[in-house]
């Protein structure tokens, strides 16, 4: 089973940018989408973004469209979440998952192997 470890996560700026990494410890996502997700303190889990398994097709929550972008380098195994235009309520842990299909979806049942996630904090 695939291990996924989070990276580039950090304290910044409203206004500010980011780029987290989802990297393998283990194994390989070739052939499957990765979604990011997060968590804020006192809420649950909600989808982020998602890339399909070729990188052609990616989905976003709205509340990121326009400013987060998601990318893949399955050369590195590695999956990326550029993130500008930072607002405070983008505070959260951010983690990674692997789909069990290759074109993904929104619906966090769809995504296993999780990383033990990033924080990001954004101060205003």
């Known amino acids: 089973q695939v291990q996924l470890v989070e990276s580039g996560g950090g304290l910044v700026q409203a206004g500010g940018s980011l780029r987290l990494s989802c990297t393998t410890s283990g194994g390989t996502f070739t052939g499957h989408a990765v979604g990011w997700f997060r968590q804020a303190p006192g809420k649950e889990r909600e989808f982020v973004a998602a890339?399909?398994?070729?990188?052609?097709?990616?989905k976003y929550a709205d509340s990121v469209k326009g400013r987060f972008t998601i990318s893949r380098d399955d050369a590195k195994n590695t999956v990326y979440l550029q993130m500008n235009g930072l607002k405070p309520e983008d505070t959260a842990v951010y983690s990674c998952?692997?789909?069990?299909?290759?074109?993904?979806?929104?619906?966090?049942?769809?995504?296993?192997?999780w990383g033990q996630g990033t924080q990001v904090t954004v101060s205003s």
């Open positions: 890339i399909t398994w070729s990188g052609s097709g990616t």
């Open positions: 998952a692997v789909s069990g299909t290759q074109y993904g979806s929104t619906w966090i049942g769809d995504f296993g192997s």
